[in-house]
Nanobody, 120 residues
Framework: QVSFVESGGGLVQPGGSLRLSCVAS????????MSWYRQAPGKERELVAT????????HYADSAKGRFTISRDNDKNTVYLQMSKLQPEDTGVYYC?????????????WGQGTQVTVST
């Protein structure tokens, strides 16, 4: 069964940085675009960033542009999200998955996610 294991979250002060990782299993990652999603407390899951299967293009939510960078290593079946200039509104659980178009839906079951908390 396809699964994703996210890691790299934590508590960080405003203005800080984090690098999230997502390791995929039972899937040939190079065949899929991949996305990072975020679910803030009390809110619906939102799409943060998407990268094409061979890293030729990437897209970001307006809130992430200029601060986040999505990348991937298909040989390692891993997707990354480098986040900088973090703000309290970036707080939430971050998930990766293969996106259904540009929606918040995804092809596979969600992993456990990794918690990011931006606070003083």
């Amino acid at each position: 069964q396809v699964s994703f294991v996210e890691s790299g979250g934590g508590l960080v002060q405003p203005g800080g940085s984090l690098r999230l990782s997502c390791v995929a299993s039972d899937i040939t990652l190079k065949n899929y675009a991949m996305s990072w999603y975020r679910q803030a407390p009390g809110k619906e899951r939102e799409l943060v960033a998407t990268i094409s299967s061979l890293s030729k293009s990437s897209h970001y939510a307006d809130s992430a542009k200029g601060r986040f960078t999505i990348s991937r290593d298909n040989d390692k079946n891993t997707v990354y999200l480098q986040m900088s200039k973090l703000q309290p509104e970036d707080t939430g659980v971050y998930y990766c998955n293969a996106p259904v178009g540009s929606t918040t839906r995804a092809f596979y079951p969600w992993g456990q996610g990794t918690q990011v908390t931006v606070s003083t």
